[in-house]
């Protein structure tokens, strides 16, 4: 059962331009959710997190998106930069001992 | 000035072998994790370890046993290595289970 899901496995986008990646998740109970990034050969890196209560959290060129209704939501990066090209997961989390649920990755590419 | 390490970065070994995984955070957080990122890239969490104890067992086999001799560090031993034991295995640490993970750089294990 995938708790969380990227149906996108990849995504291509011109530099400049904004890239929108989505994320969909079933279990209800998730009170916080975060973005990663991962570059080959290396962990992800923790990128902005958004709580269950709000809607929006904004960060730099990065803003996440929360629509718990539709269970759903979504990173924008504005504007995108080649430096963004990298595997983006997506995770939900609730308060039992720290545990995160995965996305499956969605692979950003970002052309000059 | 690496937070989150891990040793070896590589380890390559053969089915039955028992092997270990090391990992220091200097973060000072409290909170460690490790995580399996299997061929279909999916990032699972197996445990989590907060001020030396284990808070998180995931449905993992018994021959996999971390320990925590302190706060800083969480070590993964292997034992009776099978072939679906290949895979990257990712280290984590938070100042709390309520806060952003920071992850490890991986190790990628083969079993031959």
Redesign the interface.
């Known amino acids: 059962d995938q708790q969380v899901k990227q149906n996108s496995p990849s995504l291509s986008v011109q530099e400049g331009r904004i890239s929108i990646l989505n994320c969909d998740y079933t279990n209800s109970m998730f009170d916080y959710f ?1 973005w ?1 990034k991962k570059y080959p ?6 990128l902005i ?1 958004i709580s269950s209560i709000k809607d929006k959290n904004e960060d730099g060129r990065f803003t996440v998106f929360l629509n718990k209704s539709a269970k759903h939501l979504s990173l924008h990066i504005v504007p995108s930069q080649p430096g963004d090209s990298a ?1 983006y ?1 997506c995770a939900g989390a609730y ?8 996305g ?2 969605t692979e950003l590419s970002v052309k000059p | 000035d690496t937070a989150v390490s891990q040793t070896p970065k590589y380890l390559v070994t053969q089915m039955g072998n028992d092997k270990s995984i090391k990992c220091e955070q200097n973060l000072g957080h409290d909170t460690m994790y490790w995580y399996k990122q299997d061929s279909k890239k999916f990032l699972k969490i197996m445990f989590s370890y907060n001020n030396k104890e284990l808070i998180i067992n995931e449905t993992v086999p018994n021959r996999f046993s971390p320990k925590s001799p302190d706060k800083a560090h969480l070590n993964l031993h292997i034992n009776s290595l099978e072939l679906g034991d290949s895979a990257v295995y990712f280290c984590a640490s938070s100042q709390d289970v309520r806060h952003e993970q920071y992850f490890g750089p991986g190790t990628r294990l083969t079993v031959t």
């Open positions: 975060l990663y050969a290396e962990g992800p890196t923790f997190s595997v997961f308060n039992q001992g720290g545990k995160l649920i995965f499956q990755g």
